[in-house]
């Protein structure tokens, strides 16, 4: 079983729809998580930090994060079609261990204009 | 975009052969990783520098080799190419340890 799990999707939606992105961990020990933006052909772009258990919001982004259940959220709000990309997760113990971030398999996203 | 230039971009090479992928910053960041990205994997850490001359391995780090002489560059070997490193390399960099990864557009490489 991975450390980490995230459904590839594709995932297509409607302009303006609510999107929810997710992934499922296994190892108690993280503490930072992050959702990173990938376009085609392009390198990996923070979206979203966050520590610990609760929520997050930026702009039309919320990250949430659930420790008990071991789960993390990414929605999106009001679509758009420059959303289309793929999202990977990203988690890790913390304390400076970015050699130790464990990302996911990262979730297609399209958005239909 | 913290400045990262991967080259080169593509590359097509023959198995047995070797090869060097570049990663240059212009931020100054200390901290350098190489992942490899693949479909089912996602990304995976090959080999990390947290500074001039001190590089450690990541989790597959077999058949690569790493060095940096300064600051600014972060060069990938592989030794002898073998079609299981056929991958998209992304080098990433961090000003502060824990801070956000920046990463480079990434090197797209197919070994036949």
């Known amino acids: 079983q991975k450390e980490v799990e995230q459904d590839p999707g594709p995932l297509s939606v409607p302009e303006g729809a609510i999107v929810s992105l997710n992934c499922t961990y296994s190892n108690s020990a993280f503490q930072y998580f992050m959702w990173y933006r990938q376009y085609s052909r392009k390198g990996p772009e923070l979206l979203m930090y966050t520590y610990s258990s609760g929520n997050k919001e930026d702009g039309r982004f919320t990250a949430q994060v659930d420790k008990s259940s071991k789960y993390i959220s990414l929605f999106i709000r009001d679509s758009q079609p420059s959303d289309s990309a793929t999202y990977l997760c990203?988690?890790?113990?913390?304390?400076?261990?970015?050699?130790?971030?464990?990302f996911g398999t990262g979730t297609l996203l399209a958005v239909q204009p | 975009d913290a400045g990262i230039t991967q080259s080169p971009r593509h590359k097509v090479t023959e198995t047995g052969t070797p090869v060097t992928l570049r990663c240059h910053q212009t931020e100054n960041h200390r901290y350098m990783y190489w992942y490899r990205q693949d479909p089912g994997h996602g990304l995976r850490l090959i080999h990390y520098s947290y500074g001039v001359k001190d590089t450690d391995k990541g989790e597959v780090s077999d058949g690569y080799s790493v060095s940096r002489s300064k600051t600014e560059d972060f060069l990938l070997t592989l030794e002898s190419a073998t079609s299981s490193q056929t991958s998209v390399y992304f080098c990433a960099t961090e000003g502060v340890a824990g801070s956000p990864l920046h990463f480079g557009n990434g090197t797209r490489l197919t070994v036949t």
């Open positions: 990203a988690m890790s113990p913390g304390g400076g261990a970015t050699n130790k971030l464990i």
